[in-house]
């Protein structure tokens, strides 16, 4: 899980891609980097951390040029190096490329093995070098990105939101499921591309539209134009954007997210009500979930656990030590709020049920006399392979676990999982349009040793559409 951003903008940009980035910092806090061409030449910076810990003032002044993109890195175990920090740079026939993706391929291994086959060499680990890898290759057979893009999506299996700065001109495009998100706005000079909406707002751009899954867009000096390149049955929007991964603030794929959130609070009502005394957030992540159930359960909402705003997402600490210790310090209970209180906490998710145990321990601690806990999203019984770092079947605490007996291991007075029916429904796409791997154990793609539910992909001698400067939704 990763945020990208490519801006065209006479205006500058150095600046507006930190902000950008600034806006997803929460789809990945391991790593930042912005590269981006003055005309001329490339000019990049990365480094490890936050984006305010990666870029100064004196940075971004060296970042020249009037079109660029960037990237925030979510940590995935193993690879944490330096060189699989992104975008990726390099130099082909004299033309600077530059490469941000968001997502994760299942086929990198065969495809990494046939580059390596014809004596090709790798610098990363990263899945995100095969698109580039395949798009030089396709340039240097055809010479058109389009072909190239094509090409790449008749190769590529699995999950990419990608952009692409070749010489200056970004190209974005997402694969024909569109299973991770991306967008088009426009800033006050240009044009650009962004992971979320929050992204546009931000830097007051006007968001204009998703790219549609198998799309290519083109933004260059001149404007914007967009081209089809595949097209799917149907569609694999990733169910977990809506559930935790996206801000409650974007509106991906035409939904706003805190709306899904709240209406899921409603329904967790209506699926498994309870007396109690209040209705809290384990915050922030179930604080929109919670706001629902309130509403719909006409109890208080209370809060009774304040988060410290200033450290990370505890999930970023690699080992389990580390991911215990910092619960703690990241949240504390209002006893004035629990002491012999019957208390509903609201949560979007339970992965590996660490976090939960500990945070009803605390409730408890502090005097709480019943913890009932209720879930935005069902219970997570299988591994994600398209970008969601969730962990094996065997650490998901779900995973041959009944619903009873993951409430006694968390120690809650009663816990409830909204049905997938519902959140189906919160979201409002058919369920054919949405990735529920996770889930379910079935996957919109084939990946070996896993069910899979896969439509036909087609795909079209796509010409660009919009007119040049004429782009509209
Ligand atoms: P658990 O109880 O499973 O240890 O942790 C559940 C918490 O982790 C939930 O509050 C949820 O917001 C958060 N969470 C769920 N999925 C992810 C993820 O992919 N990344 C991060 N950082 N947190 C997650
Ligand atoms: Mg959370």
């Known amino acids: 899980m990763c945020g990208i951003v490519g801006i065209e903008d006479a205006g500058g940009i150095s600046i507006q891609l930190y902000y950008a980035l600034y806006a997803l910092q929460h789809r990945g806090q391991e790593s930042a980097g912005i590269s981006t061409f003055d005309g001329t030449s490339l000019h990049k910076f990365k480094g490890s951390g936050l984006v305010a810990d990666v870029f100064s003032p004196s940075v971004l002044s060296d970042l020249k040029g009037t079109a660029g993109i960037g990237h925030v890195r979510y940590p995935t175990t193993g690879s944490n190096l330096p060189e699989n920090i992104q975008p990726l740079n390099f130099q082909y026939q004299n033309q600077s490329i530059s490469i941000a993706h968001n997502g994760n391929l299942v ?9 390596e086959r014809s004596g090709q060499i790798f610098i990363t680990t990263t899945d995100t070098e095969i698109i580039a890898k395949i798009l030089i290759n396709a340039l240097s057979n055809s010479g058109s990105v389009e072909d190239a893009v094509s090409i790449c999506m008749h190769k590529l299996v699995g999950s990419y939101a990608t952009i692409i700065m070749i010489d200056g001109v970004l190209y974005g495009f997402r694969d024909p499921l569109g299973i991770k998100p991306l967008g088009i706005g426009k800033t006050e000079h240009g044009y650009m591309l962004a992971s979320e909406s929050v992204a546009m707002d931000a830097l007051s751009a ?20 967009c081209m089809q390149v595949a097209v799917a049955g149907k569609c694999a929007h990733c169910i977990f954007e809506y559930i935790y991964f996206a801000r409650a603030d974007s509106v991906i794929d035409g939904v706003l997210v805190y709306d899904v959130r709240r209406q899921i609070g409603r329904k967790l009502h209506d699926e498994a009500p309870v007396n109690a005394d209040s209705v809290g957030a384990l915050p922030d992540s179930g604080t929109a979930y919670a706001i629902g159930y309130a509403e719909q359960s006409k109890i208080p909402y209370v809060e009774s656990l304040m988060k410290n705003r200033y450290m990370g997402r505890t999930f970023i600490m690699p080992t389990q030590k580390e991911r215990e210790k910092a619960v703690r310090i990241k949240l504390n209970p209002i006893p004035a709020h629990l002491k012999d209180k019957s208390v509903v906490l609201v949560d979007d998710s339970i992965v ?12 408890r601690d502090a005097g709480a006399r019943e913890v009932h806990v209720r879930v935005g999203s069902p219970a997570i019984k299988a591994p994600c392979y398209l970008g969601v770092d969730f962990p094996t079947r065997e650490e998901l605490i779900a995973h041959n676990r009944s619903e009873e007996e993951v409430r006694k291991s968390i120690t809650a007075t009663s816990l409830h999982h909204i049905s997938l029916e519902a959140l189906i429904e919160a979201i409002g796409f058919a369920p054919d349009d949405l990735c529920t791997g996770c889930l379910t154990g079935c996957y919109p793609l084939p990946i070996e040793g896993e069910k899979a539910k896969t439509c036909n992909v087609d795909f079209v001698d796509g010409t660009y559409q919009a007119k040049l400067g004429s782009f509209e939704a």
């Open 352 to 363: 590996r049920g660490t976090t939960s145990k500990r945070i009803i321990g605390l409730v």
């Open 107 to 115: 086929n990198t291994c065969e495809l990494r093995a046939e580059y």
């Open 206 to 225: 006007k968001f204009i539209r998703d790219v549609k899954p198998g799309e290519l867009v083109r933004i260059d000096a001149e404007g914007v134009r």
